[in-house]
């Protein structure tokens, strides 16, 4: 790995038979702020009231989330937003009613971290589809497959991965934080609770 080229991580096994990712330094991003984005301030209740109506009206939600790496003292770091100094997030979000997956994650990427939500300046290059998170009720845990007892699932959230070019211009929301985090705090910490 080195500083100045980046680095390539082997996905689902050795170089040879796996996909591989090319990670950059994160030095070679520049990082600045734009108008916050206002947030729903709701009760739990009143948040499972709106999620029961948005069923009703539309059946399954669908939200897709995107998986981006970059190297940090030659070690693959996850970009998450950081919510109210308490949650965590891949970016992403809901999809609109018919919403093709890719056009939604585009969409959600470059409103949350572009200047412009016109998306001129960016074309997000979104990769595989690496899993799918369930949601049996309207409760807050995701199962990351598909129960066996539900009929009818009321969420279900798609991870992507989505290759980041050699450089780029992240704009970030003044009410977000964008962190990189290490991928040896994620797997299993539970000092942090990270939201999916």
């Not at 100094?85 to 585009?106: A, T, V």
């Not at 009321?154 to 050699?166: D, H, N, S």
């Amino acid at each position: 790995m080195s500083d100045e080229m980046g680095a390539s991580v082997p996905i689902n096994g050795s170089d040879r038979n796996g996909y591989v990712v090319d990670i950059y330094p994160l030095s070679s991003y520049y990082f600045g702020s734009k108008e916050a984005i206002p947030f729903k301030d709701e009760t739990l209740y009143n948040r499972v009231l709106r999620m029961k109506s948005n069923y009703d009206a539309h059946g399954l939600r669908t939200c897709v989330e995107a998986v981006l790496l970059v190297e940090l003292f030659k070690h693959p770091h996850l970009l998450l937003l950081q919510v109210r100094n308490s949650i965590f997030k891949l970016p992403g979000g809901r999809l609109r009613p018919g919403e093709s997956d890719i056009y939604g994650l585009k969409r959600k990427l470059t409103r949350k971290l572009s200047l412009n939500e016109d998306g001129g300046e960016v074309d997000w290059e979104v990769g595989e589809c690496l899993g799918m998170w369930w949601k049996p009720d309207f409760e807050t845990l995701l199962f990351p497959y598909f129960p066996p007892n539900v009929k009818r699932p009321k969420e279900c959230t798609k991870l992507f991965l989505v290759k980041l070019p050699v450089s780029q211009k992240f704009f970030v929301p003044k009410n977000l934080k964008l962190l990189a985090v290490p991928l040896c705090q994620i797997h299993e910490n539970h000092k942090v609770q990270f939201s999916l």
